[in-house]
């Protein structure tokens, strides 16, 4: 994971449209303008598949946030205050814990939650601690999501599913099948029908964090 706290991007909608957003590890503070005015928004950590309606006129500029960091209401006062500052606010006082992003890190690849506190030198239950004083998702909600994003990043490379299966840590195609539903809200054969969606998932995330400019398209 890169040390970028945050990936910017903005999108405009001149005509009204319904966006799916897709579960990625991250929260987002959005400035959203429309003809109603202007408000900042924290998103929070998505359990599967969201949809939301924008009507016409609407610029958004998200700033998405590493997974694990964090601004607090404080800081979300000050970038309302000054949105045009809200990148140099959000990298003077977000809050990223270097302890949380190797945990996090290690959810993505051990086989369990003990394997991964074992990595980071502490018990399960240390870990789940851990998390729920950052105000965190626990544990299993890091390496669950973490598992069905590596299985939809892989679907493009078109190895079997059954394949897609093993290499990823499910049990077998079923088992992938149920987490990609529970994720996506699509099975794995309808997202790599779906290469529009199969794009916004490698978006920076959970698992493939980058610094590039991202898109809600």
């Known amino acids: 994971m890169s040390d970028g706290r945050y990936v910017r991007w903005s999108e405009d909608f001149p005509a009204p449209r319904v966006v799916e957003v897709l579960p990625d590890g991250c929260r987002d503070v959005l400035v959203v303008e429309s003809v109603g005015g202007r408000f900042v928004a924290l998103t929070d950590w998505d359990a599967g598949l969201r949809v939301v309606g924008l009507a016409n006129g609407t610029r958004v500029t998200g700033y998405r946030l590493r997974p694990g960091t964090q601004v607090s209401p404080e800081v979300l006062a000050r970038i309302e ?14 809050v990223a814990d270097r302890d ?86 699509r099975t794995p054969a309808e997202l790599r029908r779906s290469p529009p969606t199969l794009r916004a998932i490698a978006q920076p995330g959970l698992g ?10």
């Open 81 to 94: 205050a000054e949105p045009a500052r809200a990148g140099e606010i959000i990298d003077g006082d977000a």
């Open 100 to 185: 949380i992003d190797e945990a996090i890190d290690a959810l993505g690849s051990c086989s369990s939650v003990a394997r991964a506190a074992t990595h980071v030198g502490v018990s399960r239950r240390g870990l789940q601690r851990r998390f729920a004083a950052a105000g965190l998702p626990p544990p299993g909600f890091w390496r669950m999501l973490s598992r069905a994003r590596r299985a939809a990043l892989a679907l493009p490379f078109r190895l079997p599913l059954s394949e897609v299966a093993v290499v990823c840590g499910f049990s077998d195609q079923a088992h992938l099948t149920r987490e990609s539903i529970r994720w996506f809200g």
């Open 208 to 217: 493939n964090w980058t610094g590039e400019q991202i898109s809600m398209r």
